[in-house]
Structure formats: structure tokens, C-alpha cells
């Protein structure tokens, strides 16, 4: 079979900065990230090396602002930046985005000498974060957190357990949010916490189907000390800050889920045009070529659909709505192209000697992270017709 590469894409990009930006990143991801993926992924091994190369390279902090290390990129281009990562390996692409969800609640939220100690380090002095919302009986229902965070002194002590965390064991800090007052979504405040701190420690990593490269574990705080100072916003504020970060996390999502279903289906096509069968491609055959059509149209709706709410974003103007869309959508077409990849290619569809079926068992995940498919469905709907009547 002849080895037909795909041809980059020819994005939409507002400056030459953002397309010199995306050639370096395509350039990362074919010589750093892409060759070692199958290998590194049976293997269960997380490159922590390539995190390293990103932030050297500015690339963990591209949506944030350059006083603080940031690169100054609307959204925009930070999600398609994501998207090409994601097409050469979800565990870069997604950890990238987590990190970015972790550093947003100092970003948007901390005072101004917060962001002057910490974010500098965080956003590329070499760091890796992580995002503690939910816990092993709060999901989806994350207003129903648990772990405690008890003022003594000028700290606050915070005990409990978080559940599902990305790079959770292995993270330099983590994005908590902990229970400091009444029931409910109003008795929760954000704490920015070290990963090294006394107290705090990482489960074993989650036995996943898919990501495996990519740590998921609990993180467990045993009388973790924290200074009043690593309090972000308010007392009683960071179930907000939370869900402010979400909107941003579920653009970030939908837009790995769309690199990786254009990774599902450049594999296709290369298949198609040089697998034979009756004497020619299988390519020539119309119920095929309907398939990678239909494929193919799928993934340019996402991409519309996440720099949509992007711009909107980017503009100020209330996205949430678009941003739940982008990551219903964009996550059930990721599950979908990955799935028909695999039965483009038939019986070695099946088998690990070709990405397509990693890239399907990957998919799944993406239509549960930062909020189920099931709670974007939810959100969309209470903007359109009111909350639900209780």
C-alpha cells in the first residue's frame, strides 16, 4: 500500500503570528509527539518530556496574558493549536488543555500579586497542573462536593478526596475547589494548592480502556495546610470560578475531540486510496466514499462550531451555550469518525498494528470529561427554555 501522507490543513488564521505559531506546533507534534504515540500509549507512558519541550516553547500558556508568561492568543488560535496536538496524540493535546483549565482560576480570578508569584512558573517556567472538582460521590453533581477546607489562623486545612483528576500523582499544582461553608454551591472556595505540599498524595492511576499515556487519578488531601494567600477570589466563590472554567475546558475538549477524529479519518483515507481489492482502491467504491464524505463533513461542522463560540469568546460576549454545543457535538463526532475508521479499515481496523482502533477506544472518553454529554444536553436546554421546574 503507498504511504500517502495527509496534507495539512489550510486553517483560518487571523495573523501570520498565529500561522507561524501552528508551524512550529505541526513541526513539535511530527518529530516529538506522533512517532513515539502507539508506542508510549500501550506502554501507559505519560511524556512528561514533551511537557516540558511546550513550555519551553511557550506553548502551555497561549490564552493568557504575556505580563505573565502567557502568549497572548485569543482563543481562536489556542484551540486550533490544541487540535493539531490532539491529532498526533490525545494525551498531549488533552493535557495541555487541562493544564490551561487549571491556571484559569488564577488568570481570571487571582489579585494581582497572586498572578505575580505564581502564574509566571505555571504558565511556562516548566510546570504541570491539574483540576480537582469532582470527587468519587460528586460527579456530575459537583455542587455536592465533599472535601473541607477549615480556616485555622491565617490557613486553611483541607481534608477529603478528589476523583478522576488529569495528571492527578504527578501535577506541580492543583486547581482545588473545597467546601469552606454552607451546603451547596455557595459554601465552595477555590484553593491554589503545591503539588508538593505535606499531606497531599496521588492513587494509583485509574485502569482505563483508552489514554492510557495519560494519568487519571484520585488525589487524596490528609490536613493539607494552605496560607490564606492561595485562596483564590472570595470565600464562597469557587463553584462560579469553577463553572467559568468549565465553559472555557468543554471549548478545549471539543476542540481534541475534533483533532482527533481528523487523525481517524486521514487514516482512513490513506487506507482507502492504497488498500485493493476487485482490482482497484477500495476508495473507487461508492458506499466508502459516502462514508469519508460524510466523515469529513462532520468534522468541518465541529471545527465551525468550536470557533464559533471561540470568537465569541474572544469578543466578550456570552458563550456559554456555544461552548456546551461545540463539546456535545465535537465529542459524539470524535466517537462516531473514529468508529467508522475502524470499519473503513476493516479486520486491521481491529488490530494494534494501526491507530484506528486507539483512536476509537480514546473517542470515548471525551464525550464524559468536563461535563457528560448528557450535562451539556442540560445546559443547552436551560438556555433555551428556562432552568427545569421543580
Request: some cysteine; hydrophobic content about 40%; overall charge negative.
Amino acid at each position: 500500500m503507498p504511504d500517502r501522507a495527509p496534507q495539512p490543513l489550510d486553517r483560518q488564521l487571523p495573523t501570520d503570528e498565529a500561522r507561524d505559531l501552528i508551524s512550529l506546533v505541526r513541526d513539535i507534534a511530527q518529530r516529538e509527539i506522533a512517532p513515539k504515540a502507539a508506542e508510549e500509549e500501550d506502554a501507559g507512558r505519560f511524556p512528561r518530556e514533551v511537557f516540558t519541550l511546550l513550555s519551553r516553547s511557550g506553548l502551555l500558556g497561549l490564552p493568557y496574558d504575556s505580563e505573565y508568561g502567557g502568549g497572548d492568543q485569543p482563543y481562536e488560535v489556542y484551540l486550533q493549536v490544541l487540535e493539531e496536538l490532539a491529532a498526533a496524540r490525545l494525551t498531549v493535546g488533552l493535557g495541555v488543555s487541562v493544564h490551561t483549565l487549571a491556571s484559569y482560576a488564577l488568570a481570571a480570578y487571582g489579585t494581582k500579586k497572586q498572578q505575580v508569584e505564581h502564574l509566571p512558573a505555571m504558565l511556562g517556567g516548566g510546570l504541570l497542573g491539574a483540576y480537582c472538582l469532582s470527587e468519587p460521590s460528586s460527579g456530575s453533581d459537583a455542587a455536592s462536593l465533599r472535601t473541607k477546607a477549615v480556616r485555622d489562623g491565617e490557613d486553611w486545612v483541607i481534608t477529603g478526596t478528589k476523583a478522576w483528576i488529569t495528571h492527578g500523582g504527578i501535577a506541580d499544582f492543583y486547581t482545588v475547589m473545597a467546601r469552606t461553608g454552607e451546603d451547596g454551591a455557595r459554601g465552595i472556595t477555590a484553593f491554589l494548592v503545591p503539588g508538593d505540599a505535606e499531606g497531599l498524595s496521588g492513587a494509583a492511576p485509574e485502569r482505563k480502556m483508552g489514554m492510557k499515556g495519560s494519568p487519571t487519578a484520585q488525589v487524596h488531601f490528609d490536613g493539607v495546610r494552605v496560607p490564606d494567600e492561595r485562596r483564590i477570589g472570595e470565600e464562597g466563590q469557587g463553584f462560579a470560578i469553577a463553572l467559568s472554567a468549565l465553559d472555557s475546558g468543554r471549548l478545549g475538549i471539543a476542540a481534541c475531540a475534533i483533532g482527533l477524529a481528523q487523525a481517524a479519518l486521514d487514516e482512513a483515507v490513506a487506507y482507502a486510496t492504497g488498500r485493493r481489492q476487485f482490482g482497484r482502491p477500495i476508495a473507487d467504491f461508492q458506499g466508502l466514499r459516502f462514508m469519508l464524505a460524510d466523515m469529513a463533513t462532520q468534522i468541518e461542522a465541529g471545527r465551525a462550531l468550536y470557533l464559533a463560540a471561540a470568537r465569541l469568546r474572544d469578543a466578550g460576549r456570552p458563550f456559554a451555550k456555544q461552548a456546551a454545543m461545540a463539546k456535545l457535538h465535537c465529542a459524539d463526532t470524535a466517537m462516531k469518525v473514529t468508529t467508522d475508521a475502524v470499519q473503513v479499515l476493516g479486520g486491521y481496523g481491529y488490530t494494534a498494528d494501526f491507530p484506528a482502533e486507539r483512536y476509537m477506544r480514546e473517542a470515548k472518553v471525551l464525550q464524559i470529561v468536563e461535563g457528560t454529554n448528557q450535562i451539556q444536553r442540560m445546559v443547552i436546554a436551560r438556555h433555551l427554555a428556562g432552568p427545569e421546574t421543580r
